[in-house]
């Protein structure tokens, strides 16, 4: 059986939101405890990848903590500190960002499920490609290291240099029917509008 881990990035500057998003309190927990939770419902070891200098609230002893060599260069070089921390450890990552507090851990598994023989399994949504809702093998390292060395820093790109598994909203059907996972808050509002639904889903 494929060994399987989990990379959550925290390392952005919130700019939108106006403060750190991993620290965003959803019940009883923050944004970033609360997807490393449900990530680890599927997959072990964890990695959380953070700026150098960046607080983190507290973490399961077993969470790997990797830390950004090179800062601001966004999602693609979180990947590729998570993927490099993985190496011997796990076979394919789960790649998701701290800020996706609908995340289901079924979601995730049926993404890891239908990688195959693929290097990356990615969902596509209204012709929008998300590759930080994505699985990926370890060993496409080599790629987004290329990639980051050229300045080409979007994450779809990895997508475009190695073999790609694309699954549509069809695909989560019975797992994720109004695919909430993919669902981020990125401003007050949305935050806003995301704690209203948790509560009202508690109530």
Known sequence: ???AAGIVLCGGRSSRMGRPKAWLPFG???LLQRVARVLSEIVDPIVVVA???QPLPALPDSTIIARDAREFLGPLNGLAEGLAALANRAEVAYLTSCDVPFLRPDFVRRVLERLGDASVCLPEVGGFKHPLAAAYRVDVLPVVGA?????RLRPVYVTESVTTRVLGA????????????LRNVNTPDEYETALQEMRRASA
């Open 147 to 151: 990639l980051l060395d050229a300045g």
């Open 28 to 30: 009883d927990e923050v």
């Open 51 to 53: 700026a150098p200098d």
């Open 170 to 181: 069809e695909d989560f059907i019975d797992v994720d029917p109004d695919l909430a996972s």
């Open 1 to 3: 059986m494929t060994r």
